[in-house]
């Protein structure tokens, strides 16, 4: 075997070149400590080992672990996987344009994506797509994996499917253009009453500031003069998105938040006189699933009065991952600093005991009983901050809501989680739409007629029981009597959504949730309202 352990050391030792330049200013590399000894280790691996060795992926594993004793948010994404992962955060794939789901091994169309492709040759929400380009697409051994690499594909590449249509007999074929896709993180936007409007943003992506004015500007012209903005399980997303959505809220030249870390100095992010919605009243919802780029936006509102926080403790992740593009086209986000809200918070919470511990913080706080008891909950002082008008807030781990709702853990019971577990309320919504579809489009042409005129009788919901029961579902009847309207509405909902857009969920359920009837009961309530932005007043 010939050696080229000086050549192999050289390239090894460039690649590693500007990382050492970057740590110039605050501790220089030892390189035979650390960049030569890995290099000098891989090249003897390469070429003494006594069996062959994958060498990439040696070398990815090292990465891997290398990252695991840095932060929980330091990660590693290999060059195959790199696209899949920015996507949700880019706003876009090339594809069809449909939402499906593999419902009894076909591919069922839960919607067309307005405007996309398969809307524009007529696929609609129910279609199942047994045929792709001629090659069956149905059987047990069909999976996500499988659609998603037979109908993505570049933009203006062509596709043909046969679809089985309810109340069709002859299969029906279509060639579909495919196209670039949006992805939208808006979930919802309706209005709540004649002046308040309700948004749910699921991720802060590229694009996530435009669909909120867009959603904004849409409820304005229906009378909102107040809004509930949802961010309950919002994981967050991109920093500067972000702050462009709390300058909707903040008045120009306000402190939106700010970051720093070793390597990066001090960056402060203000917001503009561009904002949309800097008076009103507005309610935040937030809880443990609320993270980084919601917790920017939910402390800046917090920390200058501007509107008032519903619901649970949120995260704690303040800090601030940036990528690193590897020389194989794989990427390293990695931690360069941490954010602050406008008051100096530091929101993030402790991860000091190691990943594994850093995650099951949520059954802690379950353990602990911060999910029903906001007494449960005790920040010491040193944490503690004023915010514009006086009030004291706390930081060290997430954002504390002005006004805490607990968990129902009542209605979310066990008998529920194997409802959705078990796939009882996404077969029976299937089934009855199977059943029932064409029957409910024309009775129902808007959702407002839905809304108003469908009801889940209680022959729809013994069927429901008796599909659970088959499943293997115990049904407890303490658990079931108090929560059966609830029960009936998240069937209603779905049923909705499949019929109609995924807001339209949300919009079904809102009335039975806790948490926007108590914002709803605060923006209805000025005094309360006011007291508790202002409470030296």
Known sequence: MKRTAPYFLLIVSLFFYSVSVAQLNV????????????????????????????MPKLVEKSIVATLKDLDPHSTYISAKDVKKAEEPLEGSFEGIGVTFQIYRDTILVISPIPGGPSDKVGIR??????????????????????????????????????????GVKELLDFTITRDKIPIYSIDASFML???????????????????????FDSLKTLGLKNLIFDLRGNGGGYLNTARKIADEFLDDGKLIVYTKGIHQPRQDLFATGKGEFEQGKLVILINEGSASASEIVSGSVQDWDRG?????????????????????????????????????????K???????????????????????????????????????????????????????????????????????????????????????????????????????NFKVTDDIFNDFLALAEKKKVKINTKELEPNKDFYKLQIKALLGRNLFNQSAYFNILAPMDEEINQALKLIQNTKEYENLLNPKK
């Open 125 to 166: 929400a129910g279609d199942k797509i047994v045929k792709v380009n001629g090659e069956k697409a149905c059987g047990e051994w069909l999976t996500n994996e499988w659609v998603i690499e037979h109908l993505r594909g570049k933009k203006g590449t062509k596709v043909n499917v046969t679809v089985k249509r309810a």
């Open 308 to 348: 008032l926080l519903v619901g649970r403790r949120s995260f704690g992740k303040g800090l601030v991952q940036r990528p690193f593009r590897l020389p194989d086209g794989s990427v390293v986000r990695l931690t360069v600093a941490h954010y602050y809200t406008p008051s100096g918070r530091c929101i993030q």
């Open 350 to 452: 402790p991860y000091n005991q190691g990943v594994k511990e850093y995650y099951n913080d949520l059954n802690e706080r379950l353990k602990h009983g911060e999910l029903f008891n906001k007494d449960s909950i005790h920040f010491p002082d040193s944490l503690k901050y004023e915010t514009h008008n006086g009030r004291i807030v706390y930081g060290g781990g997430g954002i504390m809501p002005d006004v805490f709702v607990p968990w129902d853990s009542t209605r979310f019971n066990k008998m529920y989680t194997d409802f959705v577990r078990k796939g009882v309320y996404n077969e029976f919504v299937n089934n009855y739409l199977d059943a029932h579809r064409i029957e409910l489009e024309n009775k129902y042409k808007n959702l407002k007629s839905f809304i108003k």
């Open 27 to 54: 501790k220089k590399l030892d390189e035979n400590k650390t960049v030569r000894k890995f290099a000098t280790l891989l090249y003897y691996i390469n070429g003494y080992y006594v069996d062959t060795v994958d």
């Open 193 to 215: 009453d004649k002046k308040t409007g309700y948004i749910k943003l699921s991720r802060f992506a590229k694009y996530s500031d435009k669909e909120f004015e867009k959603a």
